[in-house]
């Protein structure tokens, strides 16, 4: 059965960190691109960072670059998501995300086929 479990969500205050990790089972992480995403309430979902399945340059979005950093064990079957300086506007559900294959690297929610059932974000005082 493939699945992604994420963990490390919780309250965090304003300049605060938090790592969020996402397991894969039933699957191999190193022939997939991986990502992870956020939805706010309200809101669409959007992508926060992104990574080819040979890993090479990651993909940010503008609301996190140089806050945030994606990375890989492979060996661990797990993604991780290193999230510093945080605000209250990354309050939100963090997915991850895997993508079969090689190509163009995956971008938006609707290029990836397995997600996770996400884990809460809350940044506040």
């Known amino acids: 059965q493939v699945q992604l479990v994420e963990s490390g969500g919780g309250v965090v205050q304003p300049g605060g960190s938090l790592r969020l990790s996402c397991d894969a089972s039933?699957?191999?992480?190193?022939?997939?691109?991986i990502g992870w995403f956020r939805q706010a309430p309200g809101k669409e979902r959007e992508r926060v960072a992104c990574m080819s399945m040979t890993g090479g340059i990651p993909n940010y979005s503008d609301s996190v670059s140089g806050r945030f950093t994606i990375s890989r064990a492979n060996a661990k079957n797990t993604v991780y998501l290193q999230m510093n300086s945080l605000k209250p506007e990354d309050t939100a559900v963090y997915y991850c995300a895997a993508h079969y294959g090689l190509g163009p690297l995956a971008v938006t929610p609707d290029e990836y086929s397995e997600w996770g059932q996400g884990t809460q974000v809350t940044v506040s005082s």
């Open positions: 039933g699957f191999s992480l190193d022939e997939y691109a």
